[in-house]
Protein backbone atom coordinates (compact mmCIF):
# COMPACT_ATOMS: atom_id res chain seq x y z
CA UNK A 1 0.00 0.00 0.00
CA UNK A 2 1.60 3.35 -1.03
CA UNK A 3 0.37 7.15 -1.81
CA UNK A 4 2.93 9.01 -3.99
CA UNK A 5 2.54 13.08 -4.12
CA UNK A 6 4.19 14.58 -7.07
CA UNK A 7 3.80 17.63 -9.22
CA UNK A 8 5.54 19.78 -6.50
CA UNK A 9 8.51 22.36 -8.10
CA UNK A 10 9.15 26.33 -7.89
CA UNK A 11 6.53 28.95 -9.59
CA UNK A 12 6.37 32.84 -8.98
CA UNK A 13 3.33 34.19 -6.84
CA UNK A 14 0.16 33.82 -8.70
CA UNK A 15 0.99 30.95 -10.47
CA UNK A 16 -0.56 27.84 -10.39
CA UNK A 17 0.66 23.44 -10.16
CA UNK A 18 -1.03 20.47 -10.36
CA UNK A 19 -0.19 18.60 -7.72
CA UNK A 20 -1.02 14.09 -8.23
CA UNK A 21 -1.83 11.51 -5.44
CA UNK A 22 -1.21 8.34 -7.02
CA UNK A 23 -2.11 4.78 -5.47
CA UNK A 24 -0.44 1.40 -6.11
CA UNK A 25 -0.71 -1.80 -4.24
CA UNK A 26 -4.48 -0.82 -3.72
CA UNK A 27 -7.17 0.97 -5.16
CA UNK A 28 -8.70 4.34 -4.15
CA UNK A 29 -11.86 3.59 -5.48
CA UNK A 30 -12.73 3.45 -1.74
CA UNK A 31 -11.47 6.09 0.18
CA UNK A 32 -11.59 9.62 0.48
CA UNK A 33 -8.34 11.40 -0.15
CA UNK A 34 -6.99 14.27 1.44
CA UNK A 35 -4.17 17.10 0.99
CA UNK A 36 -1.96 18.64 4.07
CA UNK A 37 1.06 20.53 3.87
CA UNK A 38 3.44 21.24 6.24
CA UNK A 39 5.78 24.22 6.20
CA UNK A 40 8.89 24.57 8.06
CA UNK A 41 8.53 25.17 11.72
CA UNK A 42 4.72 24.85 11.42
CA UNK A 43 1.90 22.31 12.04
CA UNK A 44 0.61 20.31 9.28
CA UNK A 45 -2.57 22.09 7.86
CA UNK A 46 -5.32 20.05 6.27
CA UNK A 47 -6.60 21.65 2.92
CA UNK A 48 -8.62 19.75 0.74
CA UNK A 49 -11.21 16.57 0.98
CA UNK A 50 -12.68 14.13 -1.54
CA UNK A 51 -15.33 11.41 -1.29
CA UNK A 52 -14.29 8.09 -2.15
CA UNK A 53 -17.15 8.64 -4.96
CA UNK A 54 -15.88 12.44 -5.70
CA UNK A 55 -19.54 13.97 -4.82
CA UNK A 56 -18.54 15.59 -1.70
CA UNK A 57 -15.39 18.09 -1.73
CA UNK A 58 -14.36 20.11 1.43
CA UNK A 59 -11.58 22.85 1.95
CA UNK A 60 -9.98 24.84 4.51
CA UNK A 61 -10.36 28.70 4.24
CA UNK A 62 -7.03 29.07 3.59
CA UNK A 63 -7.33 27.84 0.25
CA UNK A 64 -10.83 28.17 -0.88
CA UNK A 65 -11.63 29.39 -3.82
CA UNK A 66 -7.99 29.00 -5.40
CA UNK A 67 -7.62 25.13 -5.16
CA UNK A 68 -9.77 22.64 -6.46
CA UNK A 69 -9.56 19.08 -5.68
CA UNK A 70 -10.50 16.11 -8.36
CA UNK A 71 -9.99 12.54 -8.64
CA UNK A 72 -9.68 10.24 -11.83
CA UNK A 73 -10.55 6.46 -10.28
CA UNK A 74 -9.99 5.26 -13.64
CA UNK A 75 -6.17 6.63 -13.38
CA UNK A 76 -6.70 5.51 -9.73
CA UNK A 77 -5.07 8.74 -9.07
CA UNK A 78 -6.63 12.34 -7.09
CA UNK A 79 -5.72 15.72 -8.00
CA UNK A 80 -4.68 19.29 -6.05
CA UNK A 81 -5.21 22.54 -8.83
CA UNK A 82 -3.58 24.89 -7.04
CA UNK A 83 -4.06 28.67 -8.54
CA UNK A 84 -3.10 31.83 -7.54
CA UNK A 85 -0.59 31.02 -5.45
CA UNK A 86 0.85 32.81 -2.69
CA UNK A 87 4.59 32.82 -0.50
CA UNK A 88 2.56 31.38 1.86
CA UNK A 89 1.23 28.13 -0.05
CA UNK A 90 5.33 27.41 0.13
CA UNK A 91 5.71 23.78 2.28
CA UNK A 92 5.70 19.96 1.08
CA UNK A 93 2.41 18.76 0.54
CA UNK A 94 0.96 15.16 1.48
CA UNK A 95 -2.16 12.95 0.39
CA UNK A 96 -3.51 10.25 2.51
CA UNK A 97 -5.88 8.36 2.47
CA UNK A 98 -9.13 7.38 4.19
CA UNK A 99 -11.83 5.10 4.51
CA UNK A 100 -14.44 7.52 6.04
CA UNK A 101 -14.70 11.00 4.62
CA UNK A 102 -16.57 12.10 7.50
CA UNK A 103 -13.44 11.98 9.63
CA UNK A 104 -12.45 15.14 8.41
CA UNK A 105 -15.56 16.70 10.39
CA UNK A 106 -14.23 15.26 13.76
CA UNK A 107 -10.87 17.20 12.80
CA UNK A 108 -8.07 16.96 10.13
CA UNK A 109 -5.71 15.54 12.52
CA UNK A 110 -8.19 12.44 12.69
CA UNK A 111 -7.72 11.56 8.89
CA UNK A 112 -5.61 9.34 7.34
CA UNK A 113 -4.95 5.34 7.14
CA UNK A 114 -2.50 5.52 4.61
CA UNK A 115 -0.12 8.41 3.92
CA UNK A 116 2.33 9.59 1.07
CA UNK A 117 5.71 10.41 0.59
CA UNK A 118 5.55 14.45 0.15
CA UNK A 119 6.43 16.87 -2.52
CA UNK A 120 8.28 20.61 -2.27
CA UNK A 121 6.07 23.54 -3.31
CA UNK A 122 7.69 26.81 -3.37
CA UNK A 123 6.27 29.91 -4.24
CA UNK A 124 8.61 33.22 -5.11
CA UNK A 125 7.56 36.24 -4.45
Known amino acids: VQLQASGGGLVQAGGSLRLSCAAS????????IGWFRQAPGKEREGLSC????????YYADSVKGRFTISRDNAKNTVYLQMNSLKPEDTAVYYC???????????????????WGKGTQVTVSS
Open 96 to 114: AADSDYSVIYTGWDRFGLY
Open 25 to 32: GFSLDYYA
Open 50 to 57: ISSSGDNT
